[in-house]
């Protein structure tokens, strides 16, 4: 597999096989992405790879904080701006219908979108759950590093035949897993990511997300 057809297939990943990843594959996985740009050579990023008990413990930790508060714990770094302007808000919401739409959940029934969305936060059943920590101190810079580590991940993953879904949804939930996993004074937990191998039957595994033609966001100059 080249680089291209990596991240030409590389989806957000929301159903998986029962079929587990081992401590060996998760390290050497880990150990080839840490060849990923970083400025100055910070590596400013932390990751905590859980599986099995360990998962587990986290996910009945979300359901237990969730059931007190659905929306969560507060947090000055929300996944979304407030007030999400155009074009983005447009393609926020086009890519939530398509993926209701192929799961075949009508708009009316949001007891289902709700029920679906839940398994955000058992990381869609995959066998793997990683979290990325990035000291609060960093700057902009270093977090757009910590952003290209964690894509160089995300095609690495798809090298190995397994799929991969970021989900900064688990930022409403910073303060219980700081907490949980003993994070220093400093340290935040970023975002959450589920790997594992794709599901190739479930239809949530054919959403493919729109994306803009070049000349939207692209100016070439002196060509």
């Keep these: 597999m080249d680089v291209s057809q990596a991240v030409n297939q590389r989806i957000s990943t929301r159903a998986f096989l029962d079929k587990q990843i081992t401590a060996d594959e998760v390290r050497d996985w880990l150990a080839t992405a840490q060849r990923a740009p970083s400025g100055g050579n910070l ?26 508060d659905p929306r969560g714990e507060r947090t000055d770094r929300p996944i979304y701006p407030k007030d999400l302007w155009e074009p983005h808000e447009a393609r926020r919401r086009k890519v939530g219908e398509m993926m209701y739409e192929k799961l075949e959940i009508p708009r009316e029934d949001k007891a289902k979108r709700i029920q679906w969305f839940s398994r955000n936060f058992r990381f869609f059943d995959a066998p793997l759950a990683v979290f990325f920590v990035i000291d609060e101190r960093m700057g902009h810079g270093q977090w757009a590093h910590t952003g290209m580590f964690m894509q160089t991940l995300a095609l690495l993953a798809e090298e190995r035949g397994w799929g991969s879904c970021f989900q900064e949804c688990w930022g409403i939930l910073r303060p219980t897993l700081k907490e949980h996993f003993g994070l220093g004074e400093s340290e935040m937990l970023y975002c959450g990511m589920a790997v594992g191998y794709p599901d190739p039957d479930h239809p949530v595994n054919q959403l493919r997300a729109e994306r803009a033609d070049v000349d939207e966001f692209a100016e070439l100059k002196g060509f």
């Design 43 to 68: 590596q400013p990023w932390r990751v905590i790879a859980v599986t099995g008990a360990e998962k587990q413990a986290v996910i009945d930790l979300a359901q237990k904080k969730l059931a007190e």
